[in-house]
């Protein structure tokens, strides 16, 4: 009788038992992933946290600085130099709009972008020594601020104290700005604007050398608005006087537009 069942072959390494015992499937799990080439035992990755913080740390540099601070101060003089306008008004022409110390912000889209309306609060070069005759003359630079009443080929008059302001025929109601208990005009004046000027008055009519008084200076009182720098449109300071300045474009509604040919005449 043989004895089939001494002799039996090794096992082979992929062969495995259909139920392998717990050692012997980890012996196959180890093998199986011996023969793939991975170490089965895990090995941590270096430790490299302390080198991300350090990098984290110094990743502000000079550079970025001058970044943060530098593009807010190139938008700041972009804003100051293209679009808007910073004034103290030491003057008492405009008042009760602008009080005198009043800092005003306006807009050098106008005249350009946007035209000149009658009503505008608008700041221009002292176009033929006005500032002599303001009693307070220390405006910064050469500047003036005033409100337009007239565009070119418009009538400007007055017949005098007590009457009120008429453009091209038309009365206009100025209570809304003009200080209260002041008249319209002191006196009587007739002015054409010529093309390429506007007429130009106070809010405090009683205490400003506007177009009214400087009609033999060259210009019959007028100023070019080539002089004009701006349109006013905000007080900012002090702080219990901030507020929008109020062009009253409504006064104006029912007057026609001037005579530009007269305007064009009169200016040659």
Same mark, same amino acid.
């Given at each position: 009788?043989?004895?089939?069942?001494n002799?039996?072959e090794?096992m082979?390494?992929?062969m495995?038992p259909?139920?392998?015992?717990?050692?012997?499937?980890?012996?196959?799990?180890?093998?199986?992933v011996a023969?793939?080439?991975v170490d089965p035992?895990?090995?941590?990755?270096?430790?490299?946290n302390?080198r991300?913080?350090?990098?984290?740390?110094?990743?502000?540099?000079?550079?970025d600085m001058?970044?943060?601070c530098g593009?807010p101060?190139?938008i700041?003089?972009l804003?100051?130099?293209f679009?808007?306008?910073?004034?103290t008004?030491?003057?008492r022409?405009?008042?009760?709009?602008?009080e005198?110390?009043?800092?005003?912000?306006?807009?050098?889209?106008?005249?350009g972008?946007f035209?000149?309306?009658r009503?505008?609060?608008?700041v221009f070069h002292?176009p033929?020594?006005?500032?002599? +005759?303001?009693?307070?003359? *220390?405006?910064?630079?050469?500047y &003036?601020i005033?409100?337009l009443i007239?565009?070119p080929?418009? %009538? =400007?008059a007055?017949?005098?104290?007590?009457?009120?302001v008429?453009?091209n025929?038309?009365?206009?109601?100025?209570?809304?700005?003009?200080?209260?208990?002041?008249?319209p005009?002191?006196?009587a004046?007739?002015?054409?604007?010529t093309?390429g000027h506007?007429?130009?008055?106070?809010?405090?009519?009683?205490?400003?050398a506007? +177009?009214?008084f400087?009609? *033999?200076?060259?210009?019959n009182? &007028?100023v070019p608005?080539?002089d004009v720098?701006?349109?006013? %449109? =905000?007080r900012?300071?002090?702080?219990?006087?901030?507020?929008?300045?109020?062009?009253?474009?409504?006064v104006?509604?029912?007057?026609?537009?001037?005579?530009?040919?007269?305007?064009?005449?009169?200016s040659?």
């Open positions: 009788m043989m004895a089939h069942g002799h039996s090794p082979r390494r992929d495995q259909e139920n392998p015992t717990g050692d012997e499937a980890r012996d196959a799990r180890t093998f199986q023969d793939h080439g035992t895990p090995v941590p990755p270096p430790a490299t302390g991300h913080a350090a990098a984290r740390e110094d990743s502000f540099t000079f550079r001058l970044v943060w593009v101060i190139i700041v003089l804003l100051r130099i679009l808007v306008g910073l004034y008004i030491p003057s022409s405009m008042m009760d709009t602008i005198p110390g009043d800092r005003v912000l306006t807009s050098k889209l106008s005249p972008v035209s000149l309306q009503g505008d609060v608008i002292d033929a020594n006005w500032l002599s +005759s303001e009693q307070s003359s *220390d405006i910064v630079g050469d &003036l005033k409100r007239g565009l080929g418009d %009538v =400007v007055c017949e005098g104290p007590g009457e009120p008429t453009i025929g038309v009365a206009i109601n100025e209570t809304s700005y003009i200080r209260p208990g002041v008249d005009s002191s006196f004046f007739s002015v054409t604007v093309e506007v007429f130009v008055m106070g809010d405090n009519r009683s205490n400003s506007d +177009s009214r400087h009609q *033999d200076d060259g210009s009182g &007028l608005i080539s720098v701006g349109v006013g %449109v =905000v900012y300071w002090p702080l219990n006087r901030i507020g929008l300045l109020d062009a009253h474009h409504e104006f509604a029912d007057v026609p537009d001037g005579d530009t040919s007269d305007a064009a005449g009169a040659q």
